[in-house]
């Protein structure tokens, strides 16, 4: 592939790998072809993952080193979305920069809504979209809200995170040309089969439909790869070998288009790009009614896959493919479209549904090729509907798509054909054939429709365990599709006056326009000089690294001498006993060595809280007890033969009974990591007899990937002498990976030093599982005596590195008439995976917020980590308190409900007020909590809003809109006070220079641009002067994992002792010299001999936590924010859209705003995703099916508030931290669930339009799924339930 041989063969590590699947669009390049027969020149993004070197003969593919360089001159793409903070751990960023550029080289001056459909596929894990999103608004004409009038923006007064008017003018005349000699080999006529030979495979590019079909019929098992978007995916993930790969793309006849009186044939080589544009020049020139068809398809391609994907996967693809849930055959066969196929002889198959045959199959013989696919004109009267519903709007994979195609008799509403094919509820395309026969001859009325969807019911049913699951979602989106498409022709026989009934509602597509937002902050004062960058908005500092490529992760390390690559093997098996066998793996090519548990010299289990944990599973002896549990590692010389070798490896399993899977399946066994914790204030049992009312409640809330965009990488290199290793990690705790590797292969830790440039994002699951990794790399690098490179597949990560802990919780609150909750009982039950790791911790840290803003007298709270048979979840940005706290404010909502009062009176009524103590008896004030609360209803206008809310609703039936606001209170830093720790080393080189190390790790959260500040303050000089070059523990011993939100606090408070410490010691030579550079002081404190390197220091608060006795001060202090979301839910389908976000956040005296707001809305897009998209799937037998991008979706451009306005509270002070800032990473991740809430307010608007009333239970993921289903439409009614129990499930609800 294209990625492959950039980064491994030209080095060009600029282009990245983030899934290897075309769903993540990290490795996006831009690929230019000259096409002779028009005389130009196209461009177009790409995923290089998927794009077969051989393809691109005679192309110029242009990486993101190509467009601009520190070096040279940096692209005015890479400099705005630098500058506009775009970039956090930059692992995303060239992926960006060149879907914006190849959009720019179509359209210098794109739409938003261009640049949002060239940014649909490119995944970005930090940021939270809307800074790339303002950064690429630069380039178009109109990029300011022009309130003021005369162009002037709105914003222009206020503070700005960045300066539009300091940006390189785009110039389109400065971009790289297209090279001539490919025009000149385009151009010749001369054209030869081309044929490349490979290791295991031989591809074949023929230059005319003859050879074509010659090569096809002699090779009929021979895929043609066309965008290699299903046969890439299957080579890769499937592992399906093809000793001959076809390559039509240079046989023309493919490509043609060709018009006639009855439509459009359209080559079944065009990329579907092409057709889109073609259809879309075609719609208006022809009438209305002819292009039906046209528009539908527009409408599917539109929102089919990424422009990635969209710019190489053919048509004929497509069809061919015959995926369930093909987004165009649906419409192909619903429109009479047909296939002309050519092998011995030319023949014409209707795409209909004998077509489709079953899951990857249709009725083609397999010599046979499509040449191209006729799209026909529809009639008067004829009227095509497509429509999808997928988990995400954007860049996924349909639930379930449909085409439809209904034509009238003359002027009646009388139907004379009708036409319905689904995609997501069977193997492949299904016709709904019987449907189409209740409604044909008949009226299209209600009474025809009522009885059509009965049958519908009937015809496409889905088993309770059918693969995929959603079962009862997928048959209550068939119906109500299709009575989304009655809607459309009901509208459409209204305009031709056909009917004049009174029409009920007409559905809008959601609103979809993502608005310039505001971004407040302070000004620093009038007072501060103007070179002291402290409180500024300055851009993270290796931003425009990260934005040209140049910026270092471990994997683009280059290769040492004899390095190899390694891969493990994983358990298939959830519980079971089991056999190795890697002879045969050791037989093959390329394959070096293989490492169990008894190549480890020291040890192969950790202890933590009295429980082991093995690296690697030991054979024989002990079993395995989830699947994905590392067993061994296959070391070979290269990625590829280390895969081979890793498939070759033979376990055989003994199965062992009872795997324990789910929080009730360890409730019902007892499996539970000990201790379990408890903790409470007041007496519930005696306050639950004296409220007004009762209430017992539940809600699940998934867990969550982590999803950092770089997989876990690690680089061990064996000094050679002395037992001496260095270690390159992408790891957030630096020191445990040091010690880990010591222990596992028995030397003392001076011996390890391991190195943490940069982490392309971390979320905490680069805290405890990295030592992990990186100590079974070790063990091959010192088996081997040479490098060993250990970068995990994206499926491998997810698979094995475990997620945010699923919790289960259980609720029994008692409150008073008045709204005062006055005792409440919440059990937590935290699914672990089969090892402690940080589980207990988290399950404290979840009991230790239960209050989140609220005074409750009598609080009880118990927590427990299930002990189960999954993989071994781990810290998540959050560390449980987003699961923990989303419980009381559940229990809170349903209260409001049982009251008939609105839930945020019912927060207010019970929030901490005045001098406050937590219920483990820590004080505080809550002074700046309800500041943020009434701040954020103000800037807001929730009131006003929260009326125009309900008066939406009750215009509308089938959209509704929803409103939530929701505080948080979060504790920061550990309440293991060690952990609290910060170091630091600074040194001041000869020429003025100066290198800044601390215990810090950067991953995208700014923690070196912040401390360069520091720095920069101390010392009196401008950041330049200041260079942080990495981490490590050689230079800063014993560090702390960067997390809770303390990196800058600890670390920030270290650099600031060792900086005083130097500027001090300078003291009498600037009293010597007043007037003196600091250059030339430096000069002359060194030869006065005074010493210009300094570590520095900071224990970190005392901070501790009493279990026995239920108290402790755990936190140094409280970050505090509120945030108001509103939804649009379109209640037909579970779609919605977050149409405003106000956040108010309270975080000091902010160090850097444009850092801490890059924080706030990564963290509450996460968050975002926590609640209301991201699920993972697990097998009934505990395998992880959710192992990509394609399956696990987490939040894009798509999903990003149409307006998102973060306000920093003003004059807010922080004694605890440095100059008075207040830590941000973690707590507003909760705040994401203000969108959860909101859909949930829109979901009971929708039900009383049902009758229903009173609480309802939502789990966490709000899913479009859930959010339908929750709806209780007369659609959903309809489907029968099937009982728990009496079925397989597809997937196990954990
Ligand atoms: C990340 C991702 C997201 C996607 N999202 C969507 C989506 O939302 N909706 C959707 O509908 N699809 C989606 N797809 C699927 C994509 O549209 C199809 O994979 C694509 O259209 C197949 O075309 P291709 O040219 O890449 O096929 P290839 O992989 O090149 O070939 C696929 C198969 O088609 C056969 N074939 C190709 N051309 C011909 C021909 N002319 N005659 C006979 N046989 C032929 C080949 O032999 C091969 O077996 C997605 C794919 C990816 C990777
Ligand atoms: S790495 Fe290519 S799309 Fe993800
Ligand atoms: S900055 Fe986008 S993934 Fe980190």
Redesign the pocket.
């Given at each position: 592939m294209l990625l492959s041989f950039l980064r491994e063969k030209l080095r060009l590590t600029g282009t990245k790998y983030g899934c290897g699947?075309?769903?993540c669009g990290a490795c996006t390049v831009m690929v230019s072809r000259y096409q002779p027969a028009t005389k130009t020149i196209i461009h177009y993004a790409v995923n290089a993952c998927?794009l077969p070197i051989c393809q691109l003969h005679g192309a110029a593919v242009t990486t993101v080193e190509g467009i601009g360089s520190t070096k040279t001159r940096i692209h005015p793409v890479q400099e705005r979305i630098a500058k506009a903070h775009g970039s956090q751990c930059g692992f995303c960023t060239p992926g960006m920069v060149m879907s914006m550029y190849a959009l720019l080289r179509n359209k210098p001056q794109p739409s938003m809504d261009d640049i949002t459909q060239a940014l649909a596929?490119n995944l970005c894990r930090c940021t939270g979209y809307r800074p790339i999103v303002d950064g690429c608004r630069t380039f178009c004409q109109a990029n300011c809200c022009q309130t003021n009038g005369g162009g002037d923006c709105c914003l222009d007064e206020k503070p700005q995170l960045f300066n539009k008017d300091e940006f390189l003018p785009l110039d389109p005349t400065q971009e790289l040309i297209f090279p001539p000699e490919l025009i000149l080999m385009a151009e010749s006529s001369n054209l030869k089969t081309l044929t490349f030979y490979g290791e295991r495979t031989s591809w074949v590019s023929p230059t005319s439909l003859d050879e074509l079909v010659q090569l096809k019929s002699s090779n009929p098992k021979a895929?043609?790869?066309?965008?290699?978007?299903?046969?890439?995916?299957d080579i890769k993930f499937k592992g399906v070998l093809h000793p001959l790969i076809i390559s039509?793309t240079r046989v023309v006849e493919?490509f043609d288009v060709t018009h006639t009186a009855q439509g459009v044939w359209v080559g079944?080589?065009c990329?579907?790009s092409e057709v889109q544009s073609l259809l879309e020049k075609l719609a208006p020139q022809f009438p209305k009614e002819k292009t039906e068809l046209f528009r539908a398809l527009i409408r599917q391609l539109r929102?089919?896959?990424?422009q990635q994907?969209?710019n190489?996967?053919?048509?004929?693809?497509?069809i061919?493919?015959a995926?369930p849930?093909?987004?165009?055959?649906p419409v192909l066969a619903a429109g009479n479209c047909k296939v002309s196929v050519v092998s011995n002889g030319r023949r014409e198959v209707h795409l209909n549904q004998d077509f489709f045959v079953s899951f990857g199959k249709t009725v083609?013989k397999p010599e046979?090729?499509?040449?191209s696919v006729f799209i026909p004109f529809t009639r008067e009267g004829e009227f095509v509907g497509a429509l999808r519903q997928?988990p995400r709007k954007e860049?996924?994979?349909?639930t379930v798509?449909t085409g439809m195609r209904v034509f009238f008799s003359e002027r009646s509403r009388v139907v004379q054909e009708v036409s319905i094919y689904y995609?997501g509820m069977g193997p492949t395309t299904v016709s709904a054939a019987k449907t189409c026969a209740a409604i044909v001859s008949k009226p299209w009325d209600d009474e025809t429709l009522s009885r059509a969807y009965d049958v519908l019911l009937d015809e496409l049913d889905l088993p309770p365990s059918a693969p995929g699951g959603k079962v009862e979602f997928r048959r209550s989106l068939t119906l109500s599709l299709l009575f989304k498409f009655n809607l459309e022709v009901l509208q459409k026989l209204r305009e031709m006056n056909v009917i004049k009934d009174e029409l009920p509602e007409r559905i809008r597509p959601l609103p979809r326009d993502i608005q310039l937002s505001l971004q407040e902050f302070q000004h620093v004062s009038k007072d501060q000089s103007a070179h002291d960058p402290v409180g500024r908005p300055i851009m993270h500092r290796s931003a425009i690294s990260q934005a040209t490529g140049e910026a270092v992760y471990c994997d683009d390390i280059p290769k040492t001498d004899g390095e190899l690559f390694m891969t493990v093997v994983t358990s298939a098996r959830a519980h079971a006993k089991i056999t190795l066998d890697v002879s045969e793996a050791l037989r093959l090519p390329g394959v070096v060595d293989v490492i169990t548990a008894k190549d480890i010299p020291g040890k192969n289990v950790r202890t933590e809280f009295g429980y082991d944990e093995e690296l690697l599973a030991e054979s024989q002896v002990e079993s395995v007890s989830c699947v994905g549990q590392m067993i061994c590692a296959v070391v070979a010389d290269t990625r590829v033969h280390a895969k081979r070798g890793a498939a070759a490896v033979k376990i055989s399993y003994e199965d062992l009974p009872d795997p324990v899977f789910t929080a009730e399946d360890a409730i019902e066994k007892s499996s539970f990591f000990e201790p379990r914790r408890v903790i409470w204030r007041g007496n519930v049992t005696e306050a639950f007899k004296t409220v007004d009312q009762l209430h017992e409640g539940e809600i699940r809330l998934a867990g969550q990937e982590h999803f950092y965009m770089e997989t876990q990488s690690m680089l061990v290199i064996p000094v050679g002498e002395e037992t001496e290793f260095k270690v390159y990690a992408s790891s957030q705790w630096p020191t445990l990976t040091q010690e880990a590797i010591a222990e596992t292969l028995n030397i003392p830790s001076n011996r390890v030093t391991c190195h943490v440039k940069r982490i392309g994002g971390g979320f905490g699951g680069k805290v405890t599982k990295t030592p992990l990794l990186a100590s079974v790399t070790a063990v091959a690098a010192q088996k081997t005596s040479r490098p060993v490179r250990f970068v995990l597949e994206r499926g491998d990560d997810m698979l094995i590195t475990g997620a945010r802990h699923p919790v289960l919780g259980r609720y029994k609150v008692g409150f008073m008439k008045d709204g005062r909750i006055v005792a409440a009982d919440i059990q937590y039950y935290s699914n672990a995976g089969h090892t402690i790791d940080e589980s207990l911790m988290i399950v404290e840290k979840i009991l230790l917020h239960m209050d989140n803003a609220y005074n409750i007298p009598n609080l009880h709270g118990r927590g427990a980590a299930c002990r189960t048979n999954l993989p071994s979840n781990t810290s998540f940005r959050g560390f449980g308190v987003p699961q923990g706290i989303m419980i009381m404010e559940n229990m809170i909502n349903d209260v409001a409900v049982l009251l008939g009062r609105p839930a945020d009176e019912i927060r207010e009524i019970n929030m901490y007020k005045g001098p406050s103590v937590t219920h483990y008896k820590m004080e505080f004030s809550p002074e700046n909590m309800l500041r943020c609360w009434n701040e954020c209803k103000v800037k807001s206008d929730f009131s006003n809003r929260r009326k125009a809310v309900d008066q939406f609703n009750q215009q509308n039936r089938w959209k509704k809109r929803g409103m939530a606001i929701l505080p948080i209170k979060y504790g920061i830093a550990f309440a293991e006070g060690q952990f609290n720790q910060g170091g630091a080393l600074v040194h001041i080189y000869k020429d003025g220079s100066v290198l800044v190390t601390h215990g810090g790790t950067e991953m995208g959260q700014g923690i070196h641009t912040k401390i360069q500040q520091v720095a920069s303050r101390e010392l009196h000089i401008p950041t330049s002067k200041i260079y942080i070059s990495e981490t490590s523990t050689n230079t800063v011993p014993n560090t702390c994992p960067t997390a809770a939100s303390f990196g800058t606090d600890a670390n920030g408070m270290a650099v600031k002792n060792a900086c005083m410490t130097l500027y001090q010691r300078l003291e009498p030579i600037r009293q010597k010299d007043p007037k003196g550079s600091w250059e030339s002081w430096i000069d002359a404190a060194y030869f006065e001999k005074i010493s210009l390197s300094a570590t520095g220091y900071h224990g970190g608060p005392d901070l501790y936590m009493d279990w026995d006795k239920m108290e402790g001060q755990p936190y140094a202090y409280f970050t505090y924010g509120t945030c108001c979301c509103e939804v649009e839910l379109d209640c037909l389908t579970g779609d919605y859209r977050t149409v405003r976000t106000d956040l108010m956040v309270d975080i000091g005296r902010s160090v850097n705003p444009s850092v801490d707001i890059g924080q706030i809305e990564g963290a509450f897009m996460q968050g975002l995703g926590l609640y209301t998209l991201e699920e993972l799937k697990f097998s009934p037998f505990g395998l992880l099916y959710t192992r990509g991008?394609?399956q696990y979706k987490i939040p894009a451009v798509c999903d990003t508030p149409l307006r998102f306005n973060v306000y920093l509270l003003p004059d807010s002070d922080n004694p605890h931290a440095i100059y008075s800032s207040k830590g941000i990473g973690e707590p507003i991740v909760f705040l994401g669930s203000s969108v959860f809430f909101a859909i949930k307010d829109a979901v009971a608007a929708a039900r009383s339009d049902s009758g229903l009333v009173g609480p309802f239970s939502l789990d966490s993921p709000a899913t479009p799924e859930r959010a339908c289903l929750a709806c209780s439409s007369p659609f959903t009614k309809k489907i029968p339930v099937s009982k728990p129990g009496s079925f397989k499930p597809w997937a196990l609800n954990i």
């Open positions: 699947g075309g769903g998927l596929g895929p043609l790869v066309m965008g290699n978007t299903n046969v890439g995916p039509p493919l079944a080589g990329n579907l929102n089919l896959g990424s994907i969209r190489v996967a053919s048509l004929g693809g497509n061919m493919s995926y849930n093909s987004d165009l055959n083609l046979e090729i499509i040449v997928a860049a996924a994979f349909a798509t995609g991008p394609s």
